[in-house]
């Protein structure tokens, strides 16, 4: 119908007159004399001919591994059979999109059935008509089939039909069309749809000049099958840019950022005195589990660090890293990473990916025109993945706003239960990385030998572990952590293990140049506390090695003079 006049509505007695065999709980409906079908199965084999008579080559089979980029270019599509290069790409590979590039666009499942129409049911009143109704939607076909779909379920990629999911279908239908109770099953599948998180499609421009993006279609691929092509091919073809792609671009995505949390640094400057106060007015003291010391940092006077932490020609006030997992929600972990001064954040790229549980929304949750990303390769056993991911996350990076942020936190870890990292794996994705123009931070063990040559292959820091992730063991490994130190010519930041404050404080004192901590804040009673302290013990271990301790001694030294006393 025109999109001025609204359907006719039809009562009860009229949409049973429509269509004869309604349930006795359909009261009512709408009508709507231009809807249509296809049978999308032998739409797409057309399709398929089609574009073969024209000279397209499908090739079947083969995995998309990911997207090459340089300079703001795809530049290659790394395949499972080698890396295929064009002078444009098109990403419209639906529910594995964010696979390859970090869209907003996760997978829904949807199970089907379709049943038969007996050879008996001619007594039957025939369905005629497209039924849609809360519980299912009921498609007729002209070979006899009928159609039943579909649900919509946020469960990831988990493949094949359920007993409740066809038990809704079927309790949904029947309700409708209750003679279908009496339809032999024919056939059961099921798909993933594309979902974008506003159930509308992404087309057009990406952030890669040469890279258009034609997703998330949702339950609607077949529909705009027609105007995509339309749109897509005027922009790839002529650069014609229809106001439509504007609307459908995946930029409207990007929240504004929310309201900046003033950030403690090491630079802060002391607040000035007022002009009537007097060197004899007494200081007030700020306790730093009061709301106001959580809400306000800067009351709590850091001292000045005069050599900043300079990573990959990046200058840092803060010495902690802080992680985004493991927090009870996100005002917490806002909270949290404000109050410890971290300036260097850490995210695993896979976990966003995927919308994993504690990570929905997380790219959006902090204000990364204050933060510096460190995407991490978390969850990755092997070097081809951690690659990948660490692609993956560069890009997120610029989706997020940072288009020269290359750096990335190499994690390769293929041992479950006690997650140390695999040094040959690290070594090779380090190597395949630095040669693609990435800042590489991998987090190792603590092998002095391991973190030369990863020095050497072009890595902007070493992060031996304190001990294992999450542990809370402290500095398990100080010797060889000090080896490390003693010769590495790029930072050395420690991480993992660190479980207290006294912990951070030492691994400073012997002389890291920074901390990566995250469970130890996120699990801790009081996060916000909690880190708090870790960012006073971080610049409290800097302060104490930049002063040199004293000389351990097997003997006292009185600290009073031994002369000039009062003797009888």
């Given at each position: 119908p025109s999109p001025s006049l609204p359907p006719p509505y039809l009562d009860t007695h009229a949409v049973h007159l429509a269509q004869p065999g309604l349930g006795d709980r359909v009261t009512g409906g709408w009508w709507y004399a231009e809807d249509g079908q296809v049978d999308n199965r032998a739409l797409t084999l057309t399709l398929?001919?089609?574009?073969?008579?024209?000279?397209?080559?499908?090739?079947?089979?083969?995995?998309?591994?990911g997207i090459e980029q340089r300079g703001g270019q795809a530049v290659g599509v790394q395949t499972a059979g080698?890396?295929?290069?064009?002078?444009?790409?098109?990403?419209?590979?639906g529910a594995w999109s964010r696979g390859l590039l970090p869209v907003p666009v996760q997978p829904r499942k949807g199970q089907?059935?379709?049943?038969?129409?007996?050879?008996?049911?001619?007594?039957?009143?025939?369905?005629?008509?497209?039924?849609?109704?809360?519980?299912?939607?009921?498609?007729?076909?002209?070979?006899?089939?009928?159609?039943?779909?579909?649900?919509?379920?946020?469960?990831?990629?988990?493949p094949g039909n359920t007993p409740a999911g066809l038990q809704e279908l079927l309790q949904g239908a029947i309700a409708v069309y209750p003679a279908l109770q009496h339809f032999p099953i024919q056939e059961t599948w099921w798909g993933f749809r594309p979902a974008t998180p506003d159930e509308l499609p992404i087309l057009?421009?990406?952030?890669?000049?040469?890279?258009?993006?034609?997703?998330?279609?949702?339950?609607?691929?077949?529909?705009?099958?027609?105007?995509?092509?339309?749109?897509?091919?005027?922009?790839?073809?002529h650069q014609q840019t229809d106001p439509l792609l504007e609307a459908f671009s995946w930029q409207r995505f990007q929240s504004p950022a929310p309201a900046p949390v003033p950030v403690p640094t090491l630079a802060s400057a002391q607040p000035a005195v007022p002009a009537a106060a007097t060197m004899t007015q007494a200081a007030t003291p700020i306790d730093p589990a009061s709301d106001r010391a959580k809400t306000?940092?800067?009351?709590?006077?850091?001292m000045s660090d005069p050599q900043p932490l300079v990573i990959a020609g990046r200058e840092f006030r803060s010495r902690l890293m802080t992680g985004t997992g493991k927090y009870a929600n996100f005002d917490l972990m806002r909270r949290s990473i404000a109050i410890s001064g971290s300036e260097i954040v850490t995210?695993?790229?896979?976990?966003?990916?995927?919308?994993?549980?504690?990570?929905?929304?997380?790219?959006?949750?902090?204000?990364?025109?204050?933060?510096?990303?460190?995407?991490?390769?978390?969850g990755c056993k092997t070097a081809e993945e951690a690659v990948r991911v660490a692609r993956l996350g560069r890009e997120m990076a610029k989706l997020l706003g940072q288009e020269d942020n290359n750096f990335v936190k190499l994690e390769v870890i293929p041992d479950a239960k006690y997650l140390l990292p695999d040094?040959?794996?690290?070594?090779?994705?380090?190597?395949?990385?630095?040669?693609?123009?990435?800042?590489?931070?991998?987090?190792?063990?603590?092998?002095?030998?391991?973190?030369?040559?990863?020095?050497?292959?072009?890595?902007?820091?070493?992060?031996?572990?304190?001990?294992?992730?999450?542990?809370?063991?402290?500095?398990?490994?100080?010797?060889?952590?000090?080896?490390?130190?003693?010769?590495?010519?790029?930072?050395?930041?420690?991480?993992?293990?660190i479980g207290a404050p006294s912990e951070a404080a030492q691994a400073m004192e012997m002389g890291a140049d920074a901390l990566l901590i995250n469970t130890a804040i996120a699990q801790a009673q009081d996060p916000v506390l909690m880190g708090h302290a870790m960012g006073l013990a971080t610049q409290a271990g800097r302060m104490a090695y930049l002063s040199g301790r004293i000389p351990v001694k097997t003997y006292a030294s009185a600290s009073s003079p031994l002369t000039g006393t009062v003797t009888e």
């Open positions: 398929r001919l089609a574009a073969e008579s024209l000279g397209v080559e499908i090739h079947e089979g083969i995995e998309v591994l080698g890396v295929w290069r064009s002078q444009h790409y098109i990403l419209a590979t089907m059935l379709s049943v038969a129409v007996p050879a008996g049911a001619e007594a039957e009143p025939l369905l005629q008509q497209v039924l849609y109704s809360p519980g299912a939607y009921i498609v007729p076909r002209r070979d006899g089939r009928i159609v039943i779909g579909a649900t919509s379920e946020p469960v990831g990629f988990t057009g421009p990406s952030p890669c000049d040469n890279l258009t993006l034609a997703t998330g279609h949702y339950r609607n691929g077949i529909l705009l099958t027609p105007i995509t092509a339309r749109l897509i091919a005027a922009w790839v073809c306000d940092p800067s009351l709590l006077l850091p995210v695993a790229v896979r976990r966003v990916q995927t919308n994993a549980p504690g990570h929905e929304g997380l790219g959006e949750a902090l204000d990364w025109t204050k933060i510096w990303m460190l995407p991490n390769t978390a040094p040959i794996g690290t070594l090779q994705a380090a190597e395949q990385l630095v040669k693609e123009g990435f800042a590489v931070l991998p987090y190792i063990n603590a092998d002095p030998l391991l973190a030369k040559r990863l020095e050497e292959a072009g890595c902007v820091t070493v992060m031996p572990l304190g001990s294992p992730i999450g542990s809370g063991q402290g500095i398990r490994n100080a010797a060889n952590i000090q080896i490390i130190i003693e010769n590495a010519q790029v930072p050395v930041v420690v991480d993992a293990g």
